[in-house]
């Protein structure tokens, strides 16, 4: 019985050992790995798995505040081994559990530590560049956030009264501060986040110029600015087209220079304006375009009739015919050279006192103007001469008398206006009805003509001085004057006394004797 019972437990052990092979070996535990296992919100993390499902899909989720997001999901291979990457959502400082579950609920986590960080958008370009500043992983609904920009061992507070949201995040946008070239440091702290504990951003500073006017006529002064350039960079030289226009200019100690410079002579057309120094070329800078736009300068702007007037004429097209105009009429014509300018000279015709426009046109249509601005310098008032006041001229009736005043002097040319009425009351436009009214009297004097002889009676007469450039003086006082020694009737009766005294003296003298010796 004892070798019965040996015999049934090796029988046992033997199946035993024959089953064992068919029964699967205990699996290997799953786990998962995150890589990196801290860092700022924005970034990314890679999530490996071991030892899930083979074939299956597999979901990445990440907790904040209580609750899961779903950031990725991969397929495991044959394996079960899976490698999925996924950008770490806006959430605030500390640890925050990623999870990874398969289909057939085989899941495991792993942790991932949020610590603050910036970033910065642009992350470059030239001084005035507006940039948003976002700060993630701060802690939740932290306040006193300062935000620093730093310049060549120094600082510039941005703003120090900033407080994150829920989730750890704030965003502030701001222009850079005047600053040298380079890299230059953001940072920030809070009530909990150290300066220490806050992952910076950095934002790099191109030189920039920039131009007051984009367009002008030759001559014309621009002002430019430049500014992250080297700390105290010297050998600034601005070039327009090809031309030196400006040298030997110096940044200060943040990159920073302004300097002016003339529009040069070149023709009507569009050009390129760019900047090198000791240490910056141009291929580093942005280049500005600037417009040559057709220009006019009188010499002198200002002025009387006849005087020598210079229109010089700059930016037009080249070696083009020009007509120039003045008050609208064409007065003369010049050629430019190959470098779109010319000059030209005229006396300055008579023309009212004021603005009078100087205009020029090219053949290709080109034109530009500018403003000669007239005389307004009224002339002295004449002194009447004769007729003296209350005097007598002519005789009877069909008076013409000479009228005679004294001469005025004037830059712009004299003419004189003269007007005779039976009223004294003079206005600003002189007699109210004039009998006579003469203008443009080139001499000091003027005798009336048959047609305006005047009958006999009283009158008045006044003159004015008007210049060349339609410059009044004031009316003389009005003078009297009789036409006529005798009214008509008075010669009348002098005729007919002269004739009773003849016919008397006749009857004395000759009839009377006759009859007495008869």
Not at 209 to 231: H, K, P, Q
């Amino acid at each position: 019985m004892r070798s019965l019972s040996r015999l049934l437990v090796v029988i046992i052990v033997c199946l035993v050992a024959i089953a064992l092979p068919a029964t699967p070996a205990q699996a290997q535990d799953t786990y998962i790995t995150l890589s990196p296992n801290s860092g700022v919100p924005g970034e990314e993390v890679t999530v490996y798995g071991w030892n899930f499902t083979p074939d299956e899909w597999v979901d990445i989720y990440y907790y904040l505040n209580g609750a899961s997001i779903r950031v990725a999901e991969d397929q495991t291979d044959s394996d079960g081994y899976f490698r999925v990457t996924f950008t770490i959502p806006e959430s605030y400082t500390g640890p925050h559990d990623v999870l990874a579950e398969d289909e057939e609920e085989i899941h495991d986590y792993d942790i991932f530590t949020v610590k603050p960080g910036l970033t910065v958008s642009p992350e470059e370009g030239p001084v005035g560049t507006t940039v948003t500043v976002e700060g993630h992983g701060f802690v939740e609904d932290e306040e006193n956030i300062e935000l620093r920009y730093y310049l060549n061992g120094d600082y510039e507070t941005i703003d120090d009264d900033i407080t994150a949201d829920d989730d750890g995040w704030w965003e502030l946008s701001f222009q850079i501060p005047d600053s040298a070239q380079g890299h230059h440091e953001l940072d920030a702290e809070g009530d909990d986040s150290s300066f220490a504990k806050v992952e910076d951003a950095d934002f790099e500073v191109t030189p920039g110029i920039s131009i007051d006017e984009s367009s002008g006529s030759v001559g014309d002064n621009i002002m430019m600015t430049g500014s992250g350039f080297a700390a105290d960079e010297r050998d600034i030289t601005i070039f327009f087209d090809v031309e030196e226009v400006a040298t030997e200019i110096r940044a200060d100690d943040a990159g920073y220079w302004e300097e002016d410079f003339e529009v040069p002579e070149m023709p009507i057309g569009e050009y390129i304006v760019t900047v090198e120094g000791e240490w910056t070329h141009k291929e580093d800078i942005n280049e500005l375009s600037f417009n040559i736009t057709p220009g006019l300068v009188l010499l002198p702007d200002e002025g009387h009739v006849g005087m020598n007037l210079t229109v010089a004429g700059r930016g037009f097209a080249p070696n083009e015919d020009v007509d120039i105009m003045y008050d609208g009429i064409q007065i003369e014509t010049a050629e430019t050279n190959d470098k779109g300018s010319f000059d030209v000279s005229f006396p300055v015709p008579e023309s009212k006192h004021g603005a009078r426009l100087v205009a020029a046109e090219d053949d290709a249509e080109n034109e530009a103007t500018a403003i000669f601005t007239m005389e307004s310098a009224s002339p002295d008032t004449p002194e009447l001469i004769s007729p003296a006041d209350g005097g007598r001229v002519g005789f009877l009736v069909n008076v013409r008398p000479t009228f005679e005043w004294s001469e005025v002097s004037d830059d712009s040319g004299v003419y004189y206006s003269l007007q005779i009425a039976t009223s004294a009351n003079v206005t600003a436009t002189g007699f109210d009805n004039p009998l006579v009214s003469k203008q443009g009297l080139v001499g000091t004097n003027y005798t009336l003509e048959e047609t305006e002889a005047l009958p006999n009676g009283k009158y008045y007469w006044i003159v004015q001085a008007v210049d060349g450039a339609d410059n009044e003086s004031e009316w003389t006082t009005a003078r009297s004057f009789r036409a006529g020694f005798l009214p008509l009737w008075a010669f009348i009766v002098i005729i007919i006394a002269i004739a009773a005294g003849i016919g008397a003296l006749v009857y004395f003298y000759i009839i009377r004797r006759r009859i007495y010796y008869y």
